[in-house]
């Protein structure tokens, strides 16, 4: 079972700039297909990015593509959501989580989530 511990959050004019951590447990993160999801009040939790456990894919919802680029650095166990351009309607709360399988875009594709970091975007 993995452990992930997002951090990175915070508050940001519009059209600034954030890069998100998630940092895993576990000696297999290596293995593992990331992803982001996000979740803003009253809404249900929505499918941002998920990378490939070698990096060699990335997929974006189409609300982030093209702002943001998700990574990620195997020896340190760590995925990245690096966020630019935000807008206020990227403010949520945004979680790590890691994918069944590649390609996977559903909630219930995704285990082992962390507690999520707040992201702010004032106008």
């Known amino acids: 079972q993995v452990q992930l511990v997002e951090s990175g959050g915070g508050l940001v004019q519009a059209g600034g700039s954030l890069r998100l951590s998630c940092a895993a447990s576990g000696r297999s993160f290596s293995s593992y297909h990331m992803g982001w999801f996000r979740q803003a009040p009253g809404k249900e939790r929505e499918f941002v990015a998920i990378?490939?456990?070698?990096?060699?894919?990335?997929y974006y919802a189409a609300s982030v593509r093209g702002r943001f680029t998700i990574s990620r650095d195997n020896a340190q166990s760590t995925v990245y959501l690096q966020m630019n351009s935000l807008k206020p309607e990227d403010t949520a709360l945004y979680y790590c989580?890691?994918?069944?399988?590649?390609?996977?875009?559903?909630?219930?594709?995704?285990?082992?989530w962390g507690q999520g970091t707040q992201v702010t975007v004032s106008s």
């Open positions: 989580a890691k994918a069944i399988r590649y390609g996977a875009t559903l909630p219930a594709d995704f285990t082992s």
């Open positions: 990378i490939h456990w070698n990096a060699i894919m990335t």
